[in-house]
């Protein structure tokens, strides 16, 4: 099932594809399951849209961690029409993402404010949360997701070699199942001169009108330095790589 949503509806996410990860061309099955480590980071990106007429603005995401051992993974956008603050409190075991609260705030001019929240209870097997003013409760999957800790998993994942990946994600108030793929290696145009880079794509039903491809650098650990998202009426959503700032 598909789980972005049209603009007619809600401003796209740029937060769902601001992937700042790490990604493995050719490995073996054992380095695949070698246990990785978390790096504290902040990155800056570019975030423009174009329905008829340009609007940018800048994205920023922290990844840190916090006294309790848990992580806080958080994206904030601020643009012309609209800003987003989204965030989640994560554990790091065993090379996955293990969800423990998730928030999402969208406001801005001339759109409709939207908030979202997931809050993943391990031990009672249950997801409970509020989607578009109504509370809902889910049981949880083994692996289950939010649309955030989606996003570090798959960079995770692609940093030890995977190149086909499908997740279990509590996206609303319901599962969708995504999954992504590495397609290409290609040479991109960055400020810094041409970089050679790993391009990656969400797949979709073949009879989709939505694409969303991601470009990720060996050469910079593997950033993302690209995205680009195409809705099914013609509008563009893209985000480079400003500056980054990983490790503390």
Same mark, same amino acid.
């Given at each position: ?40 980071? $902040? ?42 603050? $989204? ?113 990656? $794509?969400?797949?979709?039903? $073949? ?42």
């Amino acid at each position: 099932m598909d789980s972005y949503r049209t603009p007619a509806k809600t401003l796209p996410r740029f937060t769902a594809w601001l992937l700042v990860v790490s990604a493995g061309a050719l490995t073996t099955a054992a380095h695949a399951e070698q246990q990785t480590e978390l790096l504290p980071y $902040e990155v800056t990106y570019t975030a423009s849209m174009n329905k008829g007429v340009a609007i940018d603005g800048t994205a920023t995401r922290t990844l840190s961690p916090r006294e309790d051992g848990t992580w806080l993974y958080r994206t904030k956008v601020d643009s012309f029409i609209a800003d987003i603050d $989204e965030s989640l409190v994560l554990r790091w075991q065993n090379n996955r993402v293990i969800p423990i609260r998730y928030r999402y705030r969208l406001s801005g001019f001339l759109i409709r404010d939207r908030k979202e929240s997931i809050n993943f209870d391990w031990e009672s097997g249950k997801a409970t949360g509020e989607y578009k003013n109504k509370d809902f409760t889910l049981d949880l999957e083994d692996g289950a997701l939010d649309p955030l800790g989606l996003q570090l998993q798959l960079s995770q994942d692609i940093k030890r070699g995977q190149k086909d990946m499908t997740y279990r994600v509590i996206d609303g108030n319901r599962y969708d199942t995504d999954r992504f793929a590495i397609i290409d290696q290609e040479p991109l145009d960055t400020s810094n001169g041409s970089t050679l880079t790993l391009k990656a $794509e969400k797949i979709r039903e $073949e009879d989709s009108k939505r694409e969303t491809l991601m470009w990720f650098a060996p050469e910079r650990d593997y950033l993302l330095i690209q995205l680009r998202q195409v809705e099914p009426d013609g509008s563009t959503y893209q985000l480079r790589l400003t500056q980054s700032e990983v490790g503390g």
